[in-house]
């Protein structure tokens, strides 16, 4: 059979376009970053991030916001993480192949693509109005776990799954129990993945704003304990940009949050590099 393409060149080709696809995404990556922190980086000082707000975020401050976001992220992976990883050791070790499995599975995909304004009206009739818990930390922590949860357990057991048999068929043959597999084996092994997705899931608690409009509340002070209202950076950055309030410390409340999310990124990897090096005895 005559080619059109030669293998050779259909190679080339193939190669040329995921390149150029990368490049292209970087470039993106960098246009959108580049233009908040040319904008935004100029507002930026310490009493920007030290400061308290004045007139509703107008001037002044917005470390009340920061604390806000901290406060609800952290509460969202208190609640998500361990449901998550405990879901994903169940789905990968215990469960096996059967009709509850899929039906889990398709119900955390399910999860995973409902869009944020979902979520937050769910959280605000559920959390906020029905178990009365109010506009505060805790309501909109909640409603973040709800959509990180499944992203975290599926990327945890994508993890687990990924761990060579072979680590668990010689912990058990020296004797250790299920458990004691898992727990001591399978899931130091499965660490790096586990950590992607919990970062997977913080990076969408971190940045949503629709999910948390109608259920942390728009408290201008930093919330002191998880009963009491907050109001995040998405949120205060919704607010300076669609009420016209300030869009120079809208741009500058962008910036601190990218800022920030990169810090956790880079961070973490980093953790998890050496983590990585030190299991494999490097």
């Given at each position: 059979m005559n080619?059109?393409?030669?293998?050779?060149n259909s190679q080339k080709i193939m190669k040329t376009i995921f390149w150029a696809s990368g490049i292209f995404t970087v470039f993106l990556l960098i246009m959108v970053i580049g233009y908040i922190l040319v904008n935004g980086l100029p507002v930026i000082n310490l009493n920007f991030i030290f400061g308290q707000p004045i007139d509703n975020g107008a001037a002044g401050g917005i470390l009340p916001f920061i604390i806000?976001?901290?406060?609800v992220t952290f509460v969202a992976l208190v609640v998500a993480t361990?449901?998550?990883v405990g879901g994903a050791v169940y789905?990968?070790?215990y469960a096996g192949e059967n009709a509850l499995v899929k039906a889990i599975r398709f119900g955390s995909e399910i999860l995973a693509s409902i869009p944020s304004?979902?979520?937050?009206?769910?959280g605000f009739a559920f959390f906020v109005v029905y178990l009365d818990f109010g506009?505060?930390?805790?309501?909109?922590?909640?409603?973040?776990?709800?959509?990180?949860?499944?992203?975290?357990?599926?990327?945890?057991?994508?993890a687990i799954e990924s761990v060579p048999k072979s680590y668990s068929e010689g912990s058990m043959a020296l004797g250790a129990s299920k458990w004691q597999t898992i727990y001591q084996v399978i899931l130091p092994a499965a660490v790096p993945g586990i950590i992607t997705g919990i970062i997977l899931g913080m990076a969408r608690a971190v940045e949503e704003t629709a999910a948390i409009l109608?259920?942390?509340?728009?408290?201008?002070?930093?919330?002191v304990s998880v009963f009491d209202p907050g109001q995040p950076l998405p949120l205060h950055l919704y607010t300076?940009?669609?009420?016209?309030?300030?869009m120079p410390f809208a741009y500058g409340t962008a910036a601190v949050l990218v800022v920030l999310i990169l810090i956790i990124t880079i961070v973490t990897n980093a953790l998890v590099d050496r983590y990585t090096k030190k299991m494999m005895g490097r």
């Amino acid at each position: 059979m005559n080619r059109i393409i030669s293998p050779k060149n259909s190679q080339k080709i193939m190669k040329t376009i995921f390149w150029a696809s990368g490049i292209f995404t970087v470039f993106l990556l960098i246009m959108v970053i580049g233009y908040i922190l040319v904008n935004g980086l100029p507002v930026i000082n310490l009493n920007f991030i030290f400061g308290q707000p004045i007139d509703n975020g107008a001037a002044g401050g917005i470390l009340p916001f920061i604390i806000s976001t901290i406060y609800v992220t952290f509460v969202a992976l208190v609640v998500a993480t361990p449901l998550g990883v405990g879901g994903a050791v169940y789905l990968a070790e215990y469960a096996g192949e059967n009709a509850l499995v899929k039906a889990i599975r398709f119900g955390s995909e399910i999860l995973a693509s409902i869009p944020s304004i979902v979520f937050g009206l769910f959280g605000f009739a559920f959390f906020v109005v029905y178990l009365d818990f109010g506009f505060s930390v805790l309501s909109g922590g909640l409603t973040l776990a709800l959509m990180a949860m499944p992203t975290i357990l599926r990327t945890a057991e994508v993890a687990i799954e990924s761990v060579p048999k072979s680590y668990s068929e010689g912990s058990m043959a020296l004797g250790a129990s299920k458990w004691q597999t898992i727990y001591q084996v399978i899931l130091p092994a499965a660490v790096p993945g586990i950590i992607t997705g919990i970062i997977l899931g913080m990076a969408r608690a971190v940045e949503e704003t629709a999910a948390i409009l109608y259920t942390v509340g728009a408290a201008i002070q930093a919330p002191v304990s998880v009963f009491d209202p907050g109001q995040p950076l998405p949120l205060h950055l919704y607010t300076l940009a669609t009420e016209g309030i300030s869009m120079p410390f809208a741009y500058g409340t962008a910036a601190v949050l990218v800022v920030l999310i990169l810090i956790i990124t880079i961070v973490t990897n980093a953790l998890v590099d050496r983590y990585t090096k030190k299991m494999m005895g490097r």
